[in-house]
């Protein structure tokens, strides 16, 4: 599974605030901060998610690392919630445009796997977990922070599927697929 970072600033209108809410530029809004607390139950619901959803309770929570060139930790944000109430370790060891290298971790990875990823970068994500040739949209619009992609297969060597998954958490998020 696959989702965008949180909420971040809009140009001026929202700024990002740390956790002790501090203005920053490269963290998340209080929007944000709201998505990432609300994720929590959107993927680990008290009493599980119900069968046949395409979601699952991740057993592996990735999230893109903060670096010099893209010091951005809402994507490390965003997860920290939903990792601390299932006691998981947010691998941090990728960056943004290492999209091939963090494939290798993922499918090596106990499955289901929850990433946060930078938007821009997420349809690359998306073809090197499931190659070149994968369907999914090529771009992931700015303005979306509401959806789930969901990359799915029967068994290794399967074909992969791609379904996507509105979270519907806020007044504002969409019910349409990107």
């Known amino acids: 599974m696959i989702i965008r970072h949180a909420e971040k600033h809009n140009g001026g209108r929202e700024r990002g605030v740390n956790i002790e ?30 069968p046949g959803l395409p979601i699952s309770t991740p057993r592996s929570i990735f999230a893109a690392a903060a670096t010099p060139e893209s010091p951005s930790m809402r994507s490390q944000h965003t997860v920290r919630p939903l990792a601390e109430l299932l ?19 993922v499918l090596a990875a106990q499955s289901p796997a929850l990433i946060a990823w930078h938007h821009s970068h997420i349809p690359d994500l998306a073809k090197a977990i499931a190659g070149p040739q994968f ?4 771009h992931w619009p700015d303005e979306r922070f509401d959806v789930v992609w969901v990359l799915d297969r029967d068994s290794e060597g399967e074909p992969w599927r791609f379904s996507q998954v509105a979270q519907c958490l806020f007044a504002y998020d969409r019910d349409q697929p990107i």
């Open 135 to 138: 369907a999914c949209p090529s």
């Open 87 to 105: 006691g998981l370790h947010v691998d941090k060891g990728h960056a943004e445009g290492e999209e091939a290298a963090i494939a290798v971790a």
């Open 21 to 50: 809410g501090f203005h920053t530029k490269h963290e998340l809004t209080v929007r944000g901060w709201l998505r990432a607390g609300a994720l929590v139950r959107f993927f680990a619901p008290v009493g599980g998610l119900p």
